[in-house]
C-alpha cells in the first residue's frame, strides 16, 4: 500500500518490509531481550501473533501544528509528527497505518485550520493558539472524538472551526478542548473541556465494550488489544473462588475481561479519569464483583486491606514502557498471587522485570509477542509467571 509521507515520515520506518519479516524481527527482539537474562534461559517464546489489519489498523493519532510560510506570500498549516532529536515537524495527516474514520477528519481539520487563518502556537515565541490534535475512532459506532490542545483557554474561530468540521464529518460526534500554556513535552494538562458531544467514546474489544475519554490510556488497535485480553483469560485460566489484582488497570480493561469468572477483582490505576472510565464500563458490563481504585499500584496492600481483601490468587500488570519500579515488584511479590500475567510495550523492561520476579519465586513459562502496531518497530508482549511452591 503506497504511502503519501514515506519515506520522510519517520513514524512508520518499516513501511515497505514484508510483513512476515516484520514479525521475524520483532519475535527475534523478544528473544534476545530474555536471552540477555540467565534467569530467563528455559522460558518459551512463541511465535509472534501478527494483526489482522497491517495498515489502517490505528484508532487514534496525537499529531503536532505547525505553521509555515510558502510562495507567494500566505502560510501552510501542517499537521504531523516530530522528526527525531528535532522541533521540525513531518506532515503525517494522510497516515496509512491510521483507521479510515480518522483520515478525512485529520485532512479537512488541517485544511479549516489554513483556510480560517487560526494561529498556530510558536515555542520560540511562546505566541499562537492550536499546539496539537488528538483524534481518536470508535471502529464498532463509527464515530470519532477530537480533542484539540491550546495554549489559549478561547482559541479563534474556535466555534467556526467546530461548526465547519462538524457539517463536513458526520463521524466526528464530540469534541473537546484542552488548554495547556505550559512548555514541555507534555501533550495534555488536567484542563479538559467538553466542547460538545458525549464525554467518553465506547469501542469494543472481543465481547466487551469499554469507554475512555481523551486523557485516559487506551491500545491503539482495538483488533490486536482484544486479542491479548482473551490470552490473559486463558493464560491465567481463573476459577469461581479466585480473586484477582490489575495493577495499571486503566480502564479496566484486562479486569473486567477476568471478571466474569472470579469472584472478586479489584483493579488500581493513579490516574482518576481512568478510574472513572473504569467504573463505567464494570456497570456497563454488569460487573458487581469489580472495584476500581485511584491509587499508586505500590499501594496495592492498603488498599486490598481497606476492601476486606486479605489475599488474591491471580495478578495482571501493564506498566507505563520503564516497566515496574522495585517497589511495585516487592508489592506485586508480597501479594503471593499464583499466576502473575504481564502485558509489556518495551521486550527490555519486560525481561528485566521479569528476572526480578524470578529471584521472588516466579518462574516465566511462557512469551508471546502481539504485533499492536505493525510497519514500527513497537513490540507489545505478554509474559506468564507461575508462583514456585516452596517460593
Request: hydrophobic share 45%; aromatic share 4%; with cysteine.
Amino acid at each position: 500500500m503506497p504511502c503519501p509521507h514515506f519515506p520522510r515520515c519517520v513514524g512508520c520506518p518499516l513501511v515497505g518490509q514484508a510483513y512476515s519479516a516484520q514479525l521475524d524481527a520483532k519475535g527475534e527482539r523478544l528473544r534476545a531481550a530474555m536471552a540477555a537474562h540467565p534467569q530467563l534461559a528455559d522460558v518459551r517464546v512463541e511465535a509472534p501473533a501478527g494483526s489482522p489489519a497491517a495498515f489502517g489498523y490505528r484508532n487514534q493519532a496525537k499529531l503536532v501544528f505547525r505553521s509555515r510560510l510558502v510562495r507567494p506570500a500566505g502560510r501552510e498549516v501542517l499537521l504531523g509528527v516530530y522528526r527525531p532529536g528535532t522541533h521540525s515537524v513531518l506532515p503525517a495527516d494522510a497516515c496509512i497505518v491510521h483507521h479510515r474514520l480518522l483520515q478525512p477528519v485529520l485532512r479537512g481539520l488541517r485544511h479549516e485550520v489554513e483556510r480560517l487563518g487560526i494561529p498556530i502556537f510558536d515555542e520560540r515565541s511562546r505566541e499562537g493558539a492550536l499546539r496539537y490534535a488528538l483524534v481518536r475512532a470508535s471502529t464498532a459506532r463509527g464515530e470519532v472524538h477530537l480533542t484539540l490542545v491550546s495554549a489559549v483557554a478561547d482559541p479563534p474561530q474556535l466555534d467556526e472551526l467546530l461548526r465547519r468540521m462538524r457539517r463536513a464529518h458526520r463521524e466526528l460526534t464530540a469534541a473537546f478542548l484542552c488548554v495547556n500554556p505550559t512548555p514541555g513535552n507534555a501533550i495534555l494538562s488536567d484542563d479538559v473541556r467538553l466542547l460538545f458531544g458525549r464525554p467518553a467514546l465506547v469501542e469494543r474489544f472481543g465481547k466487551l465494550e469499554l469507554e475512555s475519554r481523551p486523557d485516559a490510556f487506551l491500545q491503539a488497535n482495538s483488533a490486536v488489544a482484544g486479542r491479548i485480553y482473551a490470552t490473559a483469560r486463558r493464560w491465567l485460566a481463573p476459577s469461581a473462588d479466585d480473586v484477582a489484582l490489575d495493577l495499571y488497570c486503566g480502564v479496566g480493561a484486562l479486569a473486567l475481561h477476568l471478571a466474569p469468572g472470579v469472584a472478586r477483582v479489584v483493579g488500581i490505576e493513579s490516574q482518576a479519569s481512568a478510574v472513572a472510565c473504569a467504573v463505567a464500563n464494570a456497570r456497563r458490563a454488569g460487573a458487581a464483583n469489580a472495584r476500581f481504585v485511584a491509587a499508586p499500584a505500590e499501594d496495592a496492600p492498603q488498599v486490598l486491606l481497606g476492601l476486606g481483601v486479605p489475599a488474591v490468587t491471580l495478578a495482571c500488570v501493564n506498566p507505563p514502557r520503564k516497566g515496574m519500579s522495585a517497589a511495585v515488584l516487592g508489592t506485586l511479590a508480597d501479594c503471593a498471587p499464583r499466576r502473575i500475567l504481564y502485558v509489556s510495550c518495551d521486550p527490555g523492561t519486560l525481561a528485566r522485570d521479569l528476572a526480578l520476579l524470578a529471584r521472588r519465586g516466579y518462574r516465566t513459562v511462557r512469551v508471546r509477542a502481539f504485533d499492536m502496531m505493525p510497519q514500527t518497530p513497537h513490540v507489545e508482549a505478554v509474559a506468564l509467571l507461575l508462583r514456585e511452591a516452596n517460593a
